[in-house]
């Protein structure tokens, strides 16, 4: 069995499945005060993200509604009723192609920032530019160059904190202002128990601290539920809302949604994660009979194994290898490159004749199903495997 380092699977950005890792995702209850819906999400492939293989389940007062093959590791809003299903997008990317002079060409926004799912399945999404106007702010992003085209990768729509102080400095100098001085003292100033300038700074720190930590919670609960309805605070200071009974997108100003800043304590979403003993991210599952993948797969190629201080001819990458309770496989998305043609993994490195024999042969193989972990009704590996020709006697 061996398990690859990450820097190996970094180092080869082409393979969109290897060159973004993700913690692993725990299995999940979920619900948010005041409903009576709950939400349970279990992943197969638990690397993967931000949604990925697996089953969610959704009950209404505990009794079961429907399942859905995938895991989200964001937050779900669901209706009232579990009918209808949210998933929310808070950052999205711009992408900008410019021409030979460096003019703005063409400017786009990538996915959606909503995403509607009714009784399990794909019903509707929403994008950011049928909402709202942010040509302003993307017209004057600062964009990172990718070849032809240029990325601003991390943009997020939803609302953001504006406070350039940090809170914790704040804290820090308001808690020493009231150790020494007293809040009574401060309240009550000018005082000949202290400075006029001393008091002025102390009391701007202290205003400055609740004024942080109003702007932090509106930050931190930018995306909330409240009377059947999913509600979005946006950057430009205003708040989105969708109606699970109408299904249609309204803007007010914050200010109607949010008439006191301070008391704002929308809906907690609860989710609680159960651990579980799982497999290193990029490992090899055993065979039934002992023996190791890569040996097997090597074999079954003609090939054999690359030592870590050998070239490979042959790099195989597995994506999906998913297998039930009783080590069968039952789903399997693999490639076979050529590092001999091209060592970046372009259109000339793949050897579909000798995926196509790997795909055929690898889902008659029984494997170990020890390697299942315990709760799992099945389990998807990744892997990467290095082989060169066989030797010549």
Known sequence: MRVYTLLFLFSIPSINCFSITWGAAWPYSQSIEGQDITIKAIAYAPYNGPSTLGRTRVYKKGKFLYEMDTYFRKRIFPSDNGQYLAIVNQTIGIKVV?????????????????????????????????????????????????????????????????????????????ESCLEVYGKKTLKNCPSNDIEDEECISCNNSCDSLKLGKIEENLAANSVFFKDNTLCIINDQGNVITLSFESLKIEIFPLEQIIPQKNEFDPPKVKRFYRKRKLPEQFTEPKLKDGSSLDSAIAQQLGLEISQFDEKEDYTVFIHFLILDQEGKCIRFVGNVYDQRKSSNFSLESPVPEKAEALNNWIRDVEFDKREIPRGYEKYSFSCVIRLKEASKL
């Open 98 to 174: 410019f021409d030979s002079i460096n003019q703005k060409k063409n400017i786009s926004l990538s996915g959606p920032i909503i995403t509607i799912y009714k009784n399990g399945e794909f019903f509707k999404n929403f994008y950011l530019e049928e909402i709202i106007d942010n040509t302003e702010f993307i017209h004057e992003a600062k964009f990172v160059r990718h070849r032809q085209e240029w990325i601003f990768p991390y943009y997020t729509w939803t609302y953001q904190t504006k406070w350039k102080r940090k809170l914790q400095d704040l804290e820090i100098e308001c």
